[in-house]
Structure formats: C-alpha cells, structure tokens
C-alpha cells in the first residue's frame, strides 16, 4: 500500500511538474512575444526621433535660407534702385552729350566748311565734281 501512495504521490507530482512545465512554455512564448513588441516600439522611437532630428535640421536650414533670403531681395532692390538712378543720372548726361555733339558738329561744319558764321575769308575752292561729294556725303 505504500507503495501505490507513493506511485499516485509521483504521478500527481508528474502531472503537476507537467502543467508547470506547460505554464512555463507559456510564459516564455508570451515573453517572446512582448519582447519582439517592445523591440519593434523602440525602433520605431528611434527612427521617429531620427526623423524628427532630420526634420528639425530642414527647418533651421529652412528658416536661415528664408532669412538669407529676404536679405538678397533687400539687396536686390537697393541694387535695382541704385541701377534706377543710374540710368536717369545717364539718361540727363546722355541729352546733354547729344545736344553738345550737335553743338560741336554745327560748330565744325561753320568753321571747316565756311557755312554760316564763317568770317575768315580764306575759303578753299574745290573743283566742282569734289564739291558735290562733299555735299553728297556730309551729314
């Protein structure tokens, strides 16, 4: 009698060691699977903090270029204005070196031609044929 006590004592202790084993089996598969989660959701922090750093560089370069940016347009538009200026200060000069070339042109036709305010007397003569050239070709 002994004996099947302790023959039904070993088989209960087997059942038992067997349904622990089974718990434990799993607990491990369970335990796998959290780690195999947690891992995923740390790499997903990781690229998401990646991204956010990247994201963050764009948009102080961003941010500088808009910078650099709107102190080119300044520039620009201080250039373009000084151009501006330029051109009118150019435009009055040019009027001016128009009317004083005509000025001059009058004023050398009168004194090499002998039109008009031509008073020294010592007019050259041409022959007729070199006169009409003259006149054909002068300005």
């Given at each position: 009698?002994?004996?099947?006590r ?6 209960e ?5 067997n ?13 796998a ?10 790499t ?25 940016s ?40 009168t ?29």
């Open positions: 009698m002994r004996m099947k302790f023959q039904k004592m070993l088989e202790q087997k059942e038992l060691e349904k622990a084993e089974s718990e434990l089996s799993g607990i491990q598969l369970e335990e699977n959290i780690r195999q989660k947690v891992e995923f959701a740390q997903n922090v990781e690229r998401i903090n990646g991204d956010l750093e990247k994201f963050e560089t764009e948009k102080t370069g961003l941010l500088e270029n808009a910078k650099n709107k102190e080119d347009v300044e520039k620009k538009q201080h250039d373009i204005a000084e151009i501006q200026k330029t051109i009118l200060a150019s435009s009055d000069s040019h009027g001016e070196l128009e009317q004083k070339l005509r000025e001059s042109v009058e004023q050398k036709r004194d090499v031609c002998g039109i008009p305010g031509d008073f020294s007397g010592n007019r050259r003569k041409f022959p007729s044929g070199v006169t009409d050239w003259i006149k054909k070709c002068s300005v």
